[in-house]
């Protein structure tokens, strides 16, 4: 018998690692009167408790501050330039997280703000820097809320959308399950608003030309986000090798809804998310220069660990922190890839150096390692 989508959705919820739960501003603040959705946000926050007592590491990214920050500032509907939705997102997000504060931490769960912007998210050296904040949040049982730095981010460099936003999140931090909460129970074969017979698309193993002129460019009140939106960002999670539902948030308990198999659309990811990760970091990325290590790091390197500065003989080309970087062994043959912890003028310094003096040599209490073992891919 084969397995339904539904069953596919809730297999991919209950048995992934690393979840990543975008809310859209429409459920968590109420279209009428401007405030938070209190009992809706306490019912949700039940259901990540559940997943963290099933051992599962959870991501919230959430919106909601342009539209408490509006209501707060007492804005007119028609005071939409973009610096006061900066100056309303501003006043907003304080609210935002002290509402996730309080009512996750009534059940016994710490939060963390993280604000990202575009630019720290495709630049480097800042992408590996939310990176290794965010995993240190995770291990440290934390709840990472994310919102998009709305107050510096200018018109050039917005995310503007949450959607993608998450599915950023969910590719920078390997998650392997992206959830879009959303106002519809997910992707229809034609707009529902115009035609009474449009079907849910339960699944989707392939985001085709068809799909996205389906989706249009719909968007709710609040949110900035439509349909096309979720396309781009279940694009971007499929590739990174990232389950993608999308499913109706305007339930109590949205998660349960799609563990029992209730609508959503299911979107296949490719592959799992440390091969895509491994892939991006050996395939697409240029290599900006080249760290020559000796017979001992190589054979660390083969047995799975990391790159430290002691095993380096040799550093060329010009690289930044994050950037990627080849690695050859003694005969000179490209072994691996990775991305640099440290710019090169620093790897310099740092060459054959035990990771103990990093400190002196460098003047601050840097990371031990030149490439991280999670940044690595051996080539043969
Ligand atoms: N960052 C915006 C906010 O918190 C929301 C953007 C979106 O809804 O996609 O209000």
Redesign the pocket.
């Known amino acids: 018998m084969s397995t339904s989508a539904d069953e596919r959705a809730a297999a991919a919820l209950t048995g992934a690692r690393r979840v990543v739960v975008k809310i859209?501003?429409s459920l968590l603040v109420d279209s009428e009167s401007g405030r938070l959705n209190r009992e809706w946000l306490a019912a949700l926050a039940e259901e990540f408790v559940r997943l963290r007592e099933r051992g599962q590491q959870l991501l919230v990214v959430s919106?909601?501050?342009?539209?408490l920050g509006r209501r707060y500032l007492g804005m007119q509907r028609e005071q939409r330039r973009l610096e006061e939705l900066q100056a309303a997102?501003a006043a907003g997000q304080v609210l935002l997280a002290h509402a996730y504060q309080d009512i996750l931490g009534e059940r016994g769960l710490r939060v963390a703000q993280v604000l990202l912007t575009l630019d720290d998210t495709e630049n480097r050296r800042r992408y590996l820097n939310a990176r290794s904040t965010l995993d240190q949040l995770l291990k440290l049982g934390v709840v990472p809320v994310v919102?998009?730095n709305?107050t510096v981010a200018t018109q050039e460099i917005r995310y503007g959308?949450?959607?993608r936003l998450a599915a950023r999140v969910a590719e920078m931090t390997s998650a392997d399950c992206l959830v879009l909460l959303s106002d519809v129970d997910g992707l229809y074969d034609a707009d529902p608003a115009c035609n009474p017979d449009a079907k849910l698309v339960p699944s989707v193993t392939e985001i085709t030309a068809a799909l996205e002129a389906v989706a249009g460019t719909s968007s709710t009140e609040f949110?900035?986000?439509g349909m096309a939106t979720k396309l781009v960002a279940a694009r971007i999670c499929v590739g990174a090798g990232c389950a993608t539902i999308i499913a109706n948030g305007h339930t109590m308990q949205p998660l349960e809804k799609i563990e029992q198999g209730g609508p959503c659309t299911w979107f296949a990811p490719r592959g799992t998310p440390l091969a895509a990760r491994k892939q991006w970091i050996a395939g697409s990325l240029v290599p900006r220069g080249v760290l020559v290590i000796d017979a001992g790091a190589e054979k660390a390197l083969r047995s799975g660990r990391s790159l430290l500065p002691v095993g380096l003989t040799a550093v060329e080309g010009s690289f930044q922190r994050g950037d990627a970087v080849t690695v050859r062994n003694p005969d000179g043959r490209e072994i691996a890839r990775g991305l640099a912890t440290y710019a090169c003028d620093e790897v310099q310094k740092l060459c054959g150096r035990r990771s103990e003096d990093i400190e002196t040599l460098l003047g601050y209490q840097g990371r031990n390692e030149v490439v991280h073992r999670d940044n690595l891919v051996l080539l043969d």
């Not at 919106?63 to 539209?67: L, P, V």
């Open positions: 859209g501003s919106s909601g501050a342009i539209a997102a919102n998009e709305d959308d949450n959607d949110g900035t986000g």
